[in-house]
């Protein structure tokens, strides 16, 4: 079975829509995102445009500020604390990579957690380590719902993530032990990978390494996430083969039309809980 990320994205988007319209109806407002571009990265630029077209059509009020390559780490700060305080302002989101002169950390850490739609701001990844209510990262929650979709059962599953990033990796494995999996969170100095996959009942892997799963490491019934977008000479391809692996797993995701979309439409959905749980308190 190949996992359709277009369709559960747009039935997602679709429920948002209807909740934006609600939204308005009550507060005579309706939430905003605003994103922030730093310099000319190629994925960067077309990744936020789609943000803002998916916003734009769910009727969440959608602002992009880009800045030059070589913007002074301070605007950046001061623009994220101006954010903070604007009450039309529901999430805000730092497009990553940012250039080697600002400090990552340091930006995250100013925005306010409340409007961290991206769930990457200390307070948010502690509450959801520690099992509270939380604003999750939208790529792993993408995975999560596909996954939850595909099967509702994941007690006790054995699943193997590739790749420990905070994006993706570290709060995946948090969503799967909340289902009572057993996770395994492998990386690039894992002994054997092979193995750890071939007793996989569900692979994530996010990595970036073009078609680094093949066959014979998964499981017959396993479920396949691929979270990879590589540009490659033959087009985009995910960290899976895919073209191998659809023929043994028993649920795949595809790359384009697999996770990519999930992640746009969790986006919007944090936007819109973060709205929703500003007016809330
Ligand atoms: N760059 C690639 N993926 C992401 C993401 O999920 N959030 C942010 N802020 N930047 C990214």
Redesign the pocket.
């Known amino acids: 079975m190949i996992i359709d990320g277009k369709k559960a994205s747009a039935a997602l988007r679709e429920e948002l829509k209807e909740k934006v319209s609600k939204l308005k109806s009550t507060y005579n407002t309706v939430p905003g995102l605003t994103v922030i571009l730093v310099g000319e990265d190629p994925p960067?630029k077309i990744?936020v445009k789609n943000k803002e077209k998916s916003a734009v059509e769910v009727g969440i009020n959608s602002e992009v500020i880009h800045y030059p390559d070589n913007i002074e780490e301070k605007v950046v700060l001061d623009k994220i604390k101006e954010l903070n305080k604007n009450d039309k302002v529901s999430g805000i989101?730092?497009?990553?990579?940012l250039p080697k002169h600002i400090d990552k950390r340091k930006v995250i850490e100013t925005i306010d957690p409340s409007k961290d739609v991206?769930g990457?701001h200390p307070v948010n990844v502690g509450n959801l380590s520690s099992g509270y209510d939380s604003t999750i990262?939208?790529?792993p929650m993408g995975c999560y719902l596909l996954i939850k979709n595909t099967e509702k059962n994941l007690n006790g599953k054995h699943a193997v993530i590739i790749g420990r990033s905070n994006?993706n990796g570290k709060p995946m494995t948090q969503l799967l032990l909340k289902e009572n999996c057993t996770v395994t969170i492998t990386h690039s100095k894992t002994k054997d990978l092979k193995a750890e996959c071939k007793r996989a009942d569900i692979i994530v892997a996010a990595v970036g390494k073009p078609k680094l799963v093949k066959a014979d490491w998964v499981k017959k019934d396993a479920i396949v996430i691929d979270v990879g977008i590589n540009k490659t000479d033959s087009g985009l391809v995910g960290d899976v083969d895919f073209d191998e692996v659809s023929k043994i797993a028993k649920a795949i995701t595809p790359v384009p039309g697999g996770v990519g979309p999930m992640?746009i439409a969790c986006?919007l959905s944090n936007t819109v809980e973060c709205f929703k749980r500003a007016r809330s308190n």
């Open positions: 960067s990744y989101l730092v497009q990553l990579p991206d990457l990262p939208c790529t994006l992640t986006l």
